[in-house]
């Protein structure tokens, strides 16, 4: 089965600095997905970025970027020029392989709050 | 074009009372599956619909139940409501079971939510 980790429950940056928000994922499967997601107090979750396990490169989507080391099985996500309005808990998921194939598992979050 | 939408946004019950939530998926979506978040806690699968069946279920009593309508919106229906099914109930809409229509991933698009609190 697969497994997220995410071992910061609370991480503080300054506004235009940048924050790197750990998460770690365990599975046999030599395909995978892993995602980021932004839940704000409204409760939506919203899509970041996404790294496919056999992706050269790793992942950029604007002010996010995936660190993606995959003999260390993590896939940290990193924000650039960090904005107010990015405080919110952020969720490091996996995408299942086979029967369990679009099913997604997640970490418990790291809430981020960002001060000015 | 219209995101998920889900109803009602809040809920209240008490315990042993059956509730039914709804969602309608992203246009052009025929797969959705649903989620439970309880409070500081990651969402934990629920199962997911698609062609008017459960294809997958994660590890959930038979008390939480689920259909899919011809037009691919869902329900989500649980019984016998327990104080431990409080939670944030999420609906996520994706473009066919193990799909993707961007390269070879299933993006899955998700809605507010449904926050049901049971007294």
């Known amino acids: 089965a697969q497994k997220i980790t995410q071992t910061q429950p609370g991480m503080f940056v300054q506004e235009k600095e940048a924050v790197t928000l750990d998460c770690t994922y365990d599975t046999s499967d030599p395909s995978y997905g892993l995602f980021w997601y932004k839940q704000p107090s409204s409760g939506e979750m919203i899509f970041l970025i996404y790294q496919g396990s056999y992706d050269q490169q790793n992942a950029t989507e604007g002010r996010y970027s995936l660190n993606f080391q995959k003999a260390r099985k993590s896939a940290n996500l990193v924000i650039s020029a960090s904005q107010l309005g990015d405080s919110a808990m952020y969720f490091c998921?996996?995408?299942?392989?086979?029967?369990?194939?679009?099913?997604?598992?997640f970490g418990r979050g790291t809430q981020l709050t960002v001060w000015p | 074009d219209a995101g998920v939408t889900q109803s009602p946004t809040h809920l209240i019950k008490t315990r042993g009372q059956q509730v039914t939530l709804r969602c309608s998926p992203k246009s052009g979506h025929d797969t959705v599956s649903w989620y439970q978040q309880a409070l500081g806690q990651g969402p934990q699968f629920i199962f997911q619909?698609?062609?008017?069946?459960?294809?997958q279920r994660g590890n959930f009593p038979d008390r939480f139940s689920g259909h899919q309508f011809p037009n691919y919106s869902s329900e989500l229906n649980v019984n016998a409501l327990l104080l431990g099914d409080s939670a944030l109930y999420l609906c996520?809409?994706?473009?066919?079971?193990?799909?993707?229509?961007?390269?070879?991933?299933?993006?899955?698009?998700f809605g507010p939510g449904t926050r049901l609190t049971v007294l």
């Open positions: 619909y698609y062609e008017e069946e459960e294809r």
């Open positions: 998921a996996m995408r299942g392989r086979g029967s369990t194939l679009g099913r997604l598992y």
């Open positions: 996520a809409s994706s473009p066919g079971a193990g799909t993707g229509v961007r390269g070879t991933y299933n993006e899955q698009f």
